[in-house]
């Protein structure tokens, strides 16, 4: 099975930098993802990270180490407009089929 | 094309009642998925399709949960004689096999209440 470990809130504030961290154990990794929610809506996809290393997308970045079954997103110059739940996610062996399974989730909250 | 679509986007209903659900993907995505999200929670997986194929089936479905994808397009997830438990919005999504990249694109849900 799989199993992921991440915080359950985080505050921070505007203007700052926020390192929000995933622990992960799963059969046949094969890839890591964050997803951002705000409240009452859908996630929605913000990196994809398979080998080690970081990923850099504008304001957020994403960080991966296989062997340590660790992951981090990065989110620099935070805005009010950032404060939502980010989700890890990993894809991993099912019984045969890659099935990607989510964490419960990081509620941040970014305060002025 | 408007991305992934939900139909309700709210749904109330007794308990003991039946209920089904539609989701019409994005267009060329020929892979979708249904999960489950309840309060501060993270989405569930209860099933996916490839084409019209239901390749995968969570064990913690129960057999009063059903899914079709008929035409490998739109699909519809139906729950019969529901209970309280099955309180909880009901995400849809889709992706392109072969572009893990780009994540998968969920619709906004269907919020069930069971009364």
């Known amino acids: 099975g799989q199993n992921i470990d991440q915080p359950t809130e985080m505050t921070a504030t505007e203007g700052a930098i926020v390192q929000i961290n995933c622990t992960y154990q799963?059969?046949?990794?094969?890839?890591l993802f964050w997803y951002q929610q705000h409240a009452g809506e859908a996630p929605t996809f913000l990196s994809y990270?398979?080998?080690?290393g970081l990923e850099e997308k504008g304001r957020f970045s994403s960080f991966l180490s296989r062997s340590k079954g660790y992951s981090y997103l990065l989110l620099k110059e935070l805005q009010m407009k950032d404060s939502a739940s980010y989700l890890c996610?990993?894809?991993?062996?099912?019984?045969?089929?890659?099935?990607?399974?989510f964490g419960t989730g990081t509620k941040l909250q970014v305060i002025p | 094309d408007t991305g992934v679509s939900q139909d309700p986007r709210h749904k109330i209903t007794k308990r003991g009642q039946n209920v089904t659900f539609r989701c019409d993907p994005i267009?060329?995505?020929?892979?979708l998925y249904w999960y489950r999200q309840t309060l501060g929670q993270g989405p569930e997986f209860l099933t996916y399709?490839?084409?019209?194929?239901?390749?995968?089936k969570s064990r913690l479905l129960s057999d009063r949960f059903s899914a079709e994808r008929p035409k490998g397009s739109f699909s519809t997830l139906e729950i019969q004689r529901t209970e309280q438990g099955d309180s909880a919005m009901y995400l849809c999504?889709?992706?392109?096999?072969?572009?893990?990249?780009?994540?998968?694109?969920f619709g906004s849900g269907t919020r069930l209440t069971v009364v």
């Open positions: 399709f490839q084409n019209e194929a239901q390749l995968e």
């Open positions: 267009s060329e995505h020929n892979r």
């Open positions: 799963t059969s046949g990794f094969n890839g």
């Open positions: 990270n398979v080998l080690d």
């Open positions: 996610a990993v894809r991993g062996d099912s019984g045969g089929y890659q099935k990607v399974t």
């Open positions: 999504a889709s992706s392109l096999a072969g572009t893990a990249f780009y994540g998968y694109t």
